[in-house]
């Protein structure tokens, strides 16, 4: 580097107290286009922020996770009451726990699919509500297809109630002990209710 360039680097950076003013338009600091000098400190700035919303969103899945599993092997009651913790159904189940966090959600599985934020099956967190077809209805399309809805723990394992005799129970997304692949073969998608 000659003498003059190194006079103006070291010029510039003892003005602007940064080596970032002086770059030029094509610098891997700016944006796309050369017209967002800073895009960098702006990706820190989003990615802090998102994280300031994890805490909200994780304390509740916990809590709704924590409290369901007080009810573990509560029974299964097709169409069961709802507000009732004496019998779930798999809807029912879901409506009373999320309700007493203040998300309210729809009357069976179908309509509480049409809630939330649909997330792909790689990204599932915590208190994600999960859906399932049933394989005795093959020929179902669209929202009919949904039959059984569930709560994602974490790990890989579903927390719901499906059937009488086993009511609240855990259960592996693969190789699952009762169920084996079932719950992988008859995911349909999963939906986002709580905020981050």
């Known amino acids: 580097m000659g003498k003059n360039i190194w006079v103006t680097l ?11 003013a002086c770059t030029n338009k094509g610098s891997g600091l700016q944006g796309k286009g050369g017209d967002k000098p800073y895009a ?11 994280q300031q919303g994890t805490g909200q969103w994780r304390s509740i899945a916990d809590s709704i996770v924590t409290e369901g599993m007080q009810y573990m092997g509560t029974p299964y009651v097709y169409g069961a009451e709802r507000f009732n913790d004496k019998t779930f159904d798999c809807s029912s189940y879901v409506q009373f726990l999320y309700n007493k966090h203040g998300i309210a959600l729809g009357y069976n599985s179908r309509e509480q699919a049409q809630q939330g934020i649909e997330v792909p099956f790689i990204n599932l967190r915590k208190g994600d509500l999960m859906f399932f077809s049933d394989e005795d209805f093959p020929n179902e399309t669209g929202l009919d297809k949904v039959r059984h809805v569930g709560i994602y723990m974490g790990e890989g394992k ?4 499906y059937e009488p005799g086993v009511g609240v ?3 592996n997304i693969h190789h699952d002990e009762k169920e084996g692949e079932y719950w992988y073969q008859n995911y349909l998608f999963a939906k986002r209710v709580i905020p981050d």
């Open 10 to 20: 070291v010029f510039c950076v003892l003005i602007t107290g940064g080596l970032s």
């Open 40 to 50: 960098i400190q702006e990706e820190r700035r989003l990615s802090i922020k998102e």
């Open 158 to 161: 579903i927390l719901h109630t």
């Open 169 to 171: 129970v855990i259960s």
